[in-house]
């Protein structure tokens, strides 16, 4: 049986938010992000976020020690607006391990099917 991707509770322990790699933003990601945060989009926008490595978008900017800039107190602080990117993590990431909502996942589809035949998509 695959993993039922709509069976997935995000634990919101933040370990995403330390995760290695570049949250690309979209215009809605930063439309929403920037109502969350009560700013207008350019600000939100001069204070967030870097131009990207393909340099044709926007990502947020990352702290000192690597996590994002939105990490805040273990978890993102706009976590309801959160960008897309990051909703779909662990599964557009490709992370096999290190999410335990993901660890939860497995383990509900290991003990009702008795194994995993299947990977994250
Ligand atoms: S997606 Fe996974 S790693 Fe990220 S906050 Fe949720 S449970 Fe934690």
């Known amino acids: 049986m695959e993993w039922e991707k709509d069976q997935f ?11 290695s790699g570049h949250v690309l933003l979209t215009d809605t990601d930063i439309s929403r992000l920037a109502a969350a945060a009560n700013l207008s989009e350019t600000e ?10 393909n340099r044709s978008q926007l990502s947020l900017a990352d702290q000192d020690d690597g996590s994002c800039i ?22 557009s990431w490709r992370v096999t391990e290190g999410c335990p909502g993901l660890d939860a996942l ?13 990977g994250v998509v």
């Open 9 to 19: 509770v995000c634990q919101k322990c933040g370990e995403c938010c330390r995760w």
């Open 44 to 53: 939100f926008i001069e204070k967030y976020t870097v131009l990207a490595a």
């Open 106 to 118: 497995k383990m509900n589809s290991s003990a009702s099917d008795g194994g995993l035949t299947s």
């Open 70 to 91: 939105l990490l805040d107190d273990g978890l993102c602080r706009f976590y309801e607006s959160r960008p897309a990117q990051c909703r779909e993590f662990p599964f």
